[in-house]
């Protein structure tokens, strides 16, 4: 009954490749997020999707692209990696008017060699 | 633009000793507050927020977080540390008076409890 599932939960990969990190909710919830948490333990929004519509696009690469086939999945495609893009991916989901704040997943950490 | 800032890479406190983790805020219009903690490898858990209401809030684990508008402050408290708490502890900020807003997190800080 996990509230927001990711997967992988670890990936490592070389330099140039492509991946994707999936992510779903099965909380109903209308909004769903990605965040980076470097190497620092430093988390920063990259995307944010109210009902499958872009609301946030943090700046972030080209090469990163949410895709969002329903409002129960984000997924996260990343192009091109490169070793900068090691880090740890949070998936994340809201509703608008829930003032309890997010619902975590427990991550994706990604090392690119 | 919104924003968190915790003064503190990291706190030190001796096993039953009182713990305060600092948070300040930077926000236009009312601030929704937040704290989540983070332990090793794991995802980040909701502990507590401040909406409105009393100044004075108590989350999960025996937590309590006191909001001070004059002093743009709301730091994490608990009176009674355990060896259990050492965590990484987020401080975070909502506008919901702009559409589409997303948490935005402090840098964190590192608990250590010690026995």
């Known amino acids: 009954d996990t509230a927001v599932s990711q997967t992988p939960k670890y990936l490592v990969t070389q330099m140039g490749n492509d991946k994707s990190i999936k992510c779903e909710q099965n909380?109903?919830?209308?909004?769903m997020y990605w965040y980076k948490q470097d190497s620092k333990k430093f988390l920063k929004i990259m995307f944010s999707y109210n009902n499958k519509e872009l609301i946030i696009n943090e700046t972030v690469p080209n090469r990163f692209s949410p895709k969002s086939p329903d409002k129960a999945h984000l997924n996260l495609h990343i192009n091109s990696l490169e070793l900068g893009d090691s880090a740890v991916y949070f998936c994340?989901?809201?509703?608008?008017?829930?003032?309890?704040?997010?619902?975590f997943g427990s991550g994706t950490r990604l090392t690119v060699v | 633009a919104q924003s968190v800032a915790q003064p503190e890479d990291q706190v030190n406190v001796a096993e039953g000793n009182p713990l305060t983790v600092k948070c300040t805020y930077s926000?236009?219009?009312?601030?929704?507050l937040f704290w989540y903690v983070q332990y090793p490898n794991r995802g980040l858990q909701f502990l507590l927020k401040y909406i409105t209401g009393d100044n004075l809030v108590k989350g999960s684990y025996g937590f309590e977080a006191e909001f001070n508008k004059s002093q743009t402050s709301f730091h994490l408290k608990k009176p009674s540390a355990l060896v259990s708490d050492s965590a990484l502890y987020f401080c975070a900020v909502r506008d919901f008076s702009q559409a589409g807003t997303a948490l935005i997190f402090g840098k964190g800080t590192t608990l250590s409890v010690s026995s």
């Open positions: 909380l109903g919830h209308d909004t």
């Open positions: 994340a989901s809201s509703q608008d008017s829930d003032i309890y704040g997010y619902t």
């Open positions: 926000v236009s219009g009312n601030p929704y």
